[in-house]
């Protein structure tokens, strides 16, 4: 199964939790990829001339 090349995603459940800097180290990747992805939709909306949310 190729799931790496489709847009089929799996649960991937922890038996034990990380360290908290792991925890934290993900978190903050998360964030900063959110914040791109709303910084290049805000991009894209001033270029079409769309209102931003």
Known sequence: MQLGQSNIRV???LT???SQQVLQEKLHKA???ARHKMEQ???L???TGLPSD
């Open 41 to 43: 939709r805000d991009f």
């Open 31 to 33: 964030v900063e990829i």
């Open 45 to 47: 909306n001033t270029k």
């Open 11 to 13: 649960a991937d459940y």
């Open 16 to 18: 034990a939790l990380p």
